[in-house]
């Protein structure tokens, strides 16, 4: 069983930024693929990005060079520094644990609202 509790949203002016965090708990969390999720209303969720244990990373093309994932795999944490956020970022961002990226173990979610 795996735990993740996300933290850092918030509501932000165009062109601002955020580090959003998630603290994971749990047994053999270095097997897992981490990634960050996100949900705006009435769309479906989608990927953010992902980041293996060994550092790889993945990225949807409309965050590529403006976040960045990272991962502490010593205090079980993955974060996303997000940078030039756009009111379409605008959603609800959820930290995700999986051996196949999309499944496995998901956090309640944090809220992000790019506004001016």
């Known amino acids: 069983q795996v735990q993740l509790v996300e933290s850092g949203g918030g509501l932000v002016q165009p062109g601002g930024s955020l580090r959003l965090s998630c603290a994971a708990s749990g047994s053999m969390l270095g097997l897992y693929v981490m990634g960050w999720y996100r949900q705006a209303p009435g769309k479906q969720r989608e990927l953010v990005a992902t980041?293996?244990?060994?550092?790889?990373?993945n990225y949807a093309d409309s965050v590529k060079g403006r976040f960045t994932i990272s991962r502490d795999n010593a205090k079980n944490t993955v974060s996303l520094q997000t940078n030039s956020l756009k009111p379409e970022d605008t959603a609800v961002y959820y930290c995700?644990?999986?051996?196949?990226?999309?499944?496995?173990?998901w956090g309640q979610g944090t809220q992000v609202t790019v506004s001016s």
């Open positions: 980041i293996t244990s060994g550092g790889s990373t």
């Open positions: 995700n644990a999986a051996l196949v990226p999309g499944t496995g173990y």
